[in-house]
């Protein structure tokens, strides 16, 4: 591999055509196909194998469950509920391809831009069609700030924009974070391996620097799957707030 950024490539594993339509299996497949076998057992485990004296598996689960109940209800109140499962799944979604593309050889599905900006738009999008569904045409009270009558042509188009880079930044958030750890771990292993070839003493030496970097991006997996979460539930809430304002 000779660039880092070498490694968020997409290779197609398997051509595929069926009446000139592109259907290959490709290197984001497979972890995409893991992550769902993976959020299926999961469940499994949690429906069918909870015990009364949980073991240690089953405690993971009822801490993220518990954690993510709470996150809603402080975040969306009451309401916020109601998305309960869809919140649940996108944070193990999310929190399972971060910690897959630490494994050696994985592929980091969350730093793709165009599958996080498309699962971005597909919340963002929802997001604003459900509040039309609730609320009809009171729901645009969400672009009218308070102020003054004579600000309002300003303010609206700002607050316009405001609400359309949600699509962006939740995207860009995440990717960046997952391509900068992700390069900067690859640079440092590149780094270990040269260096191993020529004064092994050295290379040791640089375990301890790329041990704390790999601590810091199991930490940034989970955070990056919060936020992710987190700001989901602040927009699902400044909706239910924006149009009953």
Request: proline share 4%.
């Amino acid at each position: 591999m000779k660039s880092p950024l070498e490694q968020f490539d997409i290779i197609n594993i398997k051509s595929l055509y069926t009446d000139n339509i592109d259907i290959s299996i490709n290197s984001v497949f497979l972890p995409i196909f893991s992550i769902f076998i993976c959020m299926v057992i999961y469940i499994y485990i949690y429906l069918y194998q909870s015990k009364i004296i949980p073991l240690y598996i089953q405690q993971i689960f009822e801490y993220i469950y518990i954690f993510l109940y709470n996150l809603i209800k402080q975040q969306a109140g009451t309401y916020g509920l109601f998305w309960f499962p869809f919140v649940f799944s996108l944070f193990n979604f999310i929190l399972l391809s971060n910690f897959l593309s630490l494994l050696p050889y994985g592929i980091a599905i969350t730093s793709h831009f165009i599958l996080i900006f498309w699962l971005s738009c597909t919340i963002c999008i929802s997001i604003f069609i459900i509040g039309l569904l609730r609320f009809n045409l009171k729901f645009l009270h969400i672009f009218i700030p308070q102020s003054p009558f004579i600000l309002l042509p300003l303010l609206i188009p700002i607050e316009i924009f405001s609400y359309l880079i949600r699509l962006l930044s939740l995207a860009i958030r995440l990717a960046a974070n997952l391509i900068a750890g992700h390069t900067l771990v690859h640079i440092i292993i590149s780094f270990f391996f040269n260096v191993i070839k020529i004064e092994t003493f050295l290379s040791i030496l640089i375990i301890i620097p790329l041990f704390f970097i790999l601590t810091l991006e199991l930490g940034v997996a989970f955070l990056q799957a919060y936020v992710f979460t987190i700001l989901f539930c602040i927009y699902l809430s400044d909706t239910e707030k924006g149009a009953t304002h």
